[in-house]
């Protein structure tokens, strides 16, 4: 069975970076093709992808924020960071964590609950 | 970069077929994946590669794809199905997502 759970800070202030970690059972990202993606929903508003990253190591991001995105893998804990620096409120939302198989190619199968996330000073 | 475009809304009778779309240029050529959210929920795959269910989404659920756009169908519509549903693609190594559109079950 395929789990996924995010947890970080429930509140950061303006400015600040936010650091949420995805712990994962089920499958190994030491696994070919597998991925762990970092996706998030704004409050009333659409599923935005924030960065990916593979079992062969390579990284993706999104185009809009990746110069404020890094996303890291400790393998042998199951675990997947993503940090998101200078954080400002329309960064309120909530934060999934996510699994990929096939390269990314087979859509995204198993999804974390998701943390809610707030920027306020 | 590359847009996908669904309709907010989409209202169909309970029992009835509904049909939600997804634009977006030369999408035949991309893999679409369909996903449904309901309220306070995760979202859920529930069409792969255009066309393939993942197991446990019923055989209700069917996708298509051509030229400019791929159209999820839900069969005998059910209370249960009014959700939000998004279509996503993989394009320039970034993930693209639609805006959503609101499945209502009259």
């Known amino acids: 069975q395929v789990t996924l759970r995010e947890s970080g800070p429930a509140l950061v202030k303006p400015t600040q970076t936010l650091t949420l970690t995805c712990t994962f059972s089920g499958f190994s990202l030491s696994t070919d093709g597998m991925c762990v993606s970092w996706i998030r929903q704004t409050p009333g508003k659409a599923l935005e992808w924030l960065a990916r990253i593979d079992w062969d190591d390579d990284e993706y991001y999104s185009t809009s924020l990746r110069t404020r995105l890094t996303i890291t893998k400790d393998t042998p804990k199951n675990r997947v960071v993503l940090s998101m620096t200078n954080m400002d409120p329309v960064d309120t939302g909530t934060y999934y964590c996510v699994r990929e198989t096939g390269g990314g190619r087979n859509g995204f199968d198993s999804w974390g609950q998701g943390t809610l996330v707030t920027v306020s000073s | 970069s590359y847009e996908l475009t669904q309709p907010v809304s989409v209202s169909v009778a309970l029992g009835q077929t509904a049909r939600i779309t997804c634009g977006g240029s030369?999408?035949?050529?991309?893999?679409v994946h369909w996903y449904q959210q309901r309220p306070g929920q995760a979202p859920l795959l529930v069409i792969y590669w255009d066309t393939k269910r993942p197991s446990g989404i019923p055989e209700r659920f069917s996708g298509s794809n051509s030229r400019n756009t791929a159209t999820l169908t839900i069969s005998r519509v059910q209370a249960g199905d009014e959700a939000d549903y998004y279509c996503q693609v993989w394009d320039s190594d970034t993930v693209v997502f639609g805006g959503g559109t609101e499945l209502t079950v009259l």
């Open positions: 030369n999408l035949w050529t991309k893999n």
